[in-house]
């Protein structure tokens, strides 16, 4: 079945510092869609950016990201980490043409100190 | 917008307890999802519905129970809550199918004493 992996646990920063969250991901469907939520503490988990197509890079709020098909992989990345970015963020997997639910990965707690 | 309320916000119980967490959303969308949140290990999908009466299992489906009871309410009913269980569960709905982004709720918190 399908399955999202997110090796980090905790990533750790400076503020300043680039950020990158790994996203791989095994799927048998060919257009699924990939997506990034953030967790902000004490508020709802929301959509952060999503992405379907190959190669194309998909931006929002400072982050970006680009699916790449050919290594079943969607990370996340920002060039300079603020410590508003602190949270925790969830890559997750939906095929485009049927019901079943998202397939999310175990998050990545990312945390940026002064 | 829409928006989706979860009720209660916290809920404490005792072992062995039936407990209902309730989830309403007025997006209009036809899908709605049931999650537990722990701590590394993500967000695991206990129930979902794709229309109203319909059920769908997750991964995490044993020891609870779902309804639809219209297309804007979900429910989740813990049979028996285990002792020293603490968890968030969280209430999503979406519509446009497999393309469309999950709205979440702002979750309940269950501890079990």
């Known amino acids: 079945g399908d399955s999202v992996t997110q090796k980090e646990g905790l990533v750790t920063l400076t503020e300043g510092l680039p950020v990158m969250l790994n996203c791989t991901y095994q799927?048998?469907?060919?257009?699924?869609?990939l997506f990034w939520y953030v967790h902000y503490l004490n508020e709802s988990p929301r959509l952060l950016l999503k992405?379907?197509?190959?190669?194309k890079r998909t931006e929002h709020q400072g982050f970006h990201a680009t699916l790449h098909k050919s290594s079943s992989s969607f990370h996340l990345q920002k060039s300079s980490a603020q410590l508003s970015d602190s949270a925790l963020y969830y890559c997750?997997?939906?095929?485009?043409?049927?019901?079943?639910?998202?397939?999310f990965g175990a998050g990545t707690k990312l945390s940026v100190k002064p | 917008g829409g928006i989706i309320t979860q009720t209660p916000k916290f809920l404490i119980g005792q072992e062995g307890q039936k407990l209902t967490l309730k989830c309403q959303q007025n997006?209009?969308?036809?899908?709605m999802y049931w999650y537990r949140q722990d701590s590394g290990k993500g967000l695991r999908l206990i129930y979902y519905?794709?229309?109203?009466?319909?059920?769908q299992k997750g991964d995490l489906s044993e020891g609870y129970d779902a309804s639809r009871e219209k297309k804007s309410s979900f429910s989740l009913t813990v049979t028996s809550a285990q002792k020293n269980e603490m968890a968030v569960f969280l209430c999503?709905?979406?519509?446009?199918?497999?393309?469309?982004?999950?709205?979440f709720g702002p979750g309940t918190r269950l501890t079990v004493l």
């Open positions: 997006f209009n969308h036809d899908t």
């Open positions: 799927t048998i469907y060919s257009n699924a869609f």
């Open positions: 999503a709905s979406r519509g446009l199918g497999g393309r469309g982004e999950q709205y």
């Open positions: 519905s794709i229309t109203e009466n319909d059920l």
């Open positions: 992405s379907s197509t190959d190669n």
């Open positions: 997750a997997l939906s095929p485009s043409n049927n019901n079943n639910a998202p397939r």
